[in-house]
């Protein structure tokens, strides 16, 4: 289907006192504010019926700021829609018309099943051409968006040359037997038009949602309550070979939020998760997306390593609250940062603040705001030497010292440029 979306937006208009200030200068005191009724274009599949309710599967970039939404059927028939739900980390949102008509539903097929090569049909509305149809092949499947972009990266993609456009985002993408294999999202171009390189959610991606949104009037994600990375050579040296870890997969815990389910089952910074229930953890973007898809409330078994050792923890994922919430408990989240080894390229990277060449510990990488650790006011480049009164000799010996205990405080000794300061950090 077609939708049509009117977004309002606010601006100011300037106010002159004469043609001339218009081109030379801007009016004190700013202008009256207006509201703009600024068009959209999108496409949008039918999924579901219940009584005269129908609903729609669609890009949250499509409909999610919209004031009114407009669906218009291949037949020219159109229809008020509401907007039932947004999933911003996946791309995706549902809206919702009513009507005792007629209204032919789309069949989902299983992403799953997808080859590279298989043929592919891409419908949609690009430019305002309503119900194109373009034909091309799966390019690549399990493509990822750069963490960081504007893109949702709470998802894989597929990859395909089938003509996507504007006005294609949010339309079918379908394989040879007319089932629903994707939901096109995005297009890499230099232009903003085809370059035979476009990208869609798979389906299998967005039957939970879908069932969400219709059920709960929202997409519920698990959360664990950890800041994760990947233990990795180029950003974190050492960190495997000190910490005893596998040379490949798995998840470093750097930090954990006080109070979370990760803190109650008893995971702690520094631990390293590779496995949950049956599932091996490739990276930190796995364990991100095995966590945020368990059922909250259902409990599930972490399999990490600490000290060498290998520890089971079973806890019961809880509800993803939104980013803003998650942001705004920041105070509780321990320590705070992100520490790592002294290495030669690290001494080579802070020539300037001229290292000693036997120097012992571990140098803060990142300071979170707002946590215990940017309130105790440390710094990017300082070197933790000792905790409490036991010398700091890699992250081993860090997260083993701020862990292994029930202490409330660390008194921390830290180089500082040249300068070596007492910092009390508070748990």
């Not at 200030?21 to 274009?41: A, K, N």
């Not at 119900?131 to 963490?147: H, P």
Request: a negative charge; proline letters at 5%; zero cysteines.
């Amino acid at each position: 289907v077609q939708i049509n979306t009117i977004d309002v937006v606010k601006g100011q208009v300037p106010q002159t006192q004469s043609p001339w200030d218009f081109f030379f200068q801007p009016s004190p005191g700013g202008g009256e504010e207006r509201e703009y009724r600024q068009p959209g274009l999108g496409s949008g599949v039918l999924v579901r019926r219940q009584g005269d309710k129908v609903y729609v599967l669609t890009n949250n970039h499509v409909v999610g700021e919209a004031e009114e939404i407009m669906v218009q059927l291949y037949d020219d028939r159109q229809f008020e829609a509401k907007l039932v739900g947004t999933d911003p980390r996946r791309d995706l949102a549902v809206i919702v018309f009513e009507t005792k008509e007629e209204i032919p539903l789309a069949l989902l097929g299983d992403s799953d099943k997808l080859q590279v090569g298989d043929l592919v049909l891409a419908v949609g509305n690009p430019f305002g051409f309503e119900s194109t149809i373009t034909s091309g092949i799966v390019s690549a499947l399990g493509r990822k968006a750069d963490q960081g972009s504007f893109l949702a990266t709470f998802t894989d993609y597929i990859q395909t040359d089938a003509a996507i456009n504007p006005g294609n985002s949010g339309g079918a993408l379908v394989n040879l037997y007319g089932e629903v294999v994707g939901i096109n999202t995005w297009i890499a171009s230099r232009t903003g038009s085809y370059a035979g390189l476009g990208f869609a959610v798979p389906i299998n991606n967005a039957k939970q949602d879908i069932e969400d949104f219709i059920t709960k009037g929202r997409v519920e994600y698990g959360w664990l309550g950890v800041q994760i990375g990947d233990a990795g050579e180029q950003l974190y040296p050492l960190l495997r070979k000190n910490m005893d870890l596998p040379e490949t997969g798995g998840a470093f815990v750097f930090n954990i939020f006080k109070g979370s389910p990760a803190q109650k089952a008893g995971i702690r910074p520094g631990d390293f998760i590779f496995q949950v229930n049956d599932v091996s953890i490739e990276d930190a973007d796995h364990l991100t997306h095995v966590v945020g898809n368990m059922p909250p409330g259902d409990p599930s078994s972490f399999e990490v390593i600490r000290d060498s050792n290998k520890l089971t923890f079973t806890t019961k994922i809880a509800i993803r609250q939104e980013d803003k919430e998650i942001t705004a408990q920041s105070k509780n989240l321990w320590p705070g940062m992100y520490v790592g080894n002294i290495t030669d390229e690290v001494r080579k990277a802070l020539s300037e603040s001229k290292l000693p060449a036997n120097l012992k510990g571990v140098i803060v990488r990142y300071v979170l705001e707002g946590t215990p650790a940017a309130i105790a006011d440390f710094k990017p480049g300082d070197v933790i030497k000792k905790i409490n009164d036991g010398n700091i000799l890699n992250t081993k010996t860090f997260y083993r010292a701020i862990t292994a205990d029930t202490s409330k405080e660390y008194t921390m000794l830290v180089l500082r440029g040249e300068d070596e300061i007492t910092v009390g950090l508070k748990k």
